[in-house]
């Protein structure tokens, strides 16, 4: 959807009304009616149907659902979502049986409105193609990485090029490196690529852009690897939106069999979008003290958004030589389970410098062998036990 959702807001208490709109505001959605429950909000709604309704659920919570439901009948296609000062599972249960796509509590914050808004529209757009039987255009798409972690300077665009690297080593898949790295973007730095075009050009063209289209942005690079880069000027991400993220990764991702994705060691909405997006999150934390704690936040985030533990895997990388903290006192502390442990090693920095990923640059090094296992045991690709560095490298038996 190119321009911004519509909204209209059903709520009978005129301050928590001005406060759902400026929430709506601040959201970048459009208010294109509001109204108390019952006759009038199907007026309004049948008036100016929106893509969304937002719908406040307070006790006597009977007419709140009536009115969903109304709604439901007078613009079918368009879903609804509770906001409610109420937690309790009945209320939430209650409403989603009344027809509520999704259930927000208050205070709602403008973040969660934005991913719920684009998650329920984004269901009605699968529902429409399913219901068009135009399932074969929503085409197979290949898995998506997100390598995130919530401190900067803790090894993620290390893990990510050369993750990026070995599966298109070993798997002879294609892969593709998405630098979503909104502050400093170092992955063409890393991988020693030239930067023509970047993803906010492709954010520019956003209408225009077909699965077609984005390979002319994207820079082969020799491991195979196909490198969409950051923009070189970090203020070119201001533009950028969540929907735009949304559009390019699911470009990338029906044309790759992989697509890996380089997060900043910050927090914004175009990084909840490759969060969202990912089928796998590597939360990378190293072992100082300070990391742990933000990964622990960062964990209690993911949780609250919503995302399945599944898809979480935590994934200690020793990027400092520093030693006074057990890997076991690390998945104590944060009460999860270690995926996986990349250890230490001073040829990191130099394969760095080199600008080459060390994967290639060094495959025996002991980097090098645990990324080559990770990458395994992440495409579920069974290592051979005699040659496969020889593989990796390209060599014949
Ligand atoms: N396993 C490791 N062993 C040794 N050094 C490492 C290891 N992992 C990363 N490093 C070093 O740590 C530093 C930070 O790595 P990197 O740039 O990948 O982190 P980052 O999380 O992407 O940082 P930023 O958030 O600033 O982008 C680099 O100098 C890198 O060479
Ligand atoms: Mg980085």
């Keep these: 959807m190119a321009r911004n ?30 109204s108390g429950y019952g006759v009038e909000a199907v007026t309004v709604a049948k008036e100016t149907p929106p893509d969304v309704f937002l719908v406040s659920v307070e006790e006597p919570v009977a007419l709140a659902l009536q009115t969903i439901e109304q709604l439901a009948d007078a613009v079918p296609n368009a879903p609804t979502i509770v ?3 109420l937690t309790d599972a009945q209320s939430v249960r209650r409403s989603m049986v009344a027809g509520a796509r999704d259930y927000l509590v208050k205070p709602l914050k403008p973040e969660e409105l934005s ?4 998650g329920v529209l984004e269901q009605e757009e699968r529902k429409r193609l399913r219901s068009e039987g135009g399932t074969g255009e929503v085409s197979a798409r290949g898995t998506v990485i997100t390598v995130f972690g919530a401190k900067g300077g803790i090894g993620k665009t290390t893990i990510s090029t050369n ?11 294609s892969v593709c490196l998405l630098d979503m790295d909104t502050r400093f973007g170092d992955v063409a ?9 970047s993803i906010a050009d492709v954010a520019k063209k956003i209408d225009d852009i077909d699965r077609d289209k984005i390979k002319d942005y994207l820079v082969k690079h020799y491991s195979g690897v196909n490198i969409l880069p950051a923009p070189l000027h970090p203020t070119e991400w201001r533009n ?10 699911e470009l990338v991702a029906q044309t790759h069999d992989y697509v890996v994705i380089d997060t900043p060691g910050t927090f914004n909405e175009l990084i909840a979008a490759t969060l969202e997006l990912a089928n796998l999150i590597l939360l990378v934390t190293s072992m100082d003290i300070a990391s742990i704690k933000d990964t622990a936040l960062a964990l209690e985030m993911l949780r609250a958004a919503g995302v399945s533990e599944d898809k979480v895997k935590l994934t200690i990388n020793h990027s400092t030589a520093a030693n006074s903290l057990r890997e076991d006192d690390v998945a104590r502390v944060l009460e999860y389970d270690v995926f996986w442990r990349i250890p230490h090693d001073l040829s990191v920095a130099s394969s760095t410098q080199l600008g080459q990923p060390i994967v290639i640059a060094k495959p025996y090094a002991r980097v090098s062998r645990s990324i080559i296992d990770l990458a395994h045991a992440l495409t579920g690709t ?3 036990k005699r040659g496969f560095l020889d593989r990796f490298l390209g060599r014949s038996a």
């Excluded at 406060?19 to 601040?26: C, D, F």
């Excluded at 993750?163 to 898949?173: D, E, F, Y």
């Excluded at 950028?240 to 990764?249: A, D, F, G, L, R």
């Design 5 to 34: 959702p519509e909204i209209v807001t059903i709520d009978p208490d005129l301050s928590s009304r001005a406060e759902t709109k400026r929430a709506i505001q601040l959201a970048h959605f459009q208010i294109v009616g509001e």
């Design 83 to 85: 906001y409610s000062s």
């Design 115 to 118: 991913r719920a808004v684009y």
């Design 163 to 173: 993750l990026a690297t070995t599966l298109a080593k070993i798997t002879g898949a």
């Design 189 to 197: 730095i890393m991988m020693d690529i030239a930067v023509e075009a």
């Design 240 to 249: 950028m939106t969540p929907q735009h993220i949304e559009k390019i990764v």
């Design 382 to 384: 069974k290592q051979e």
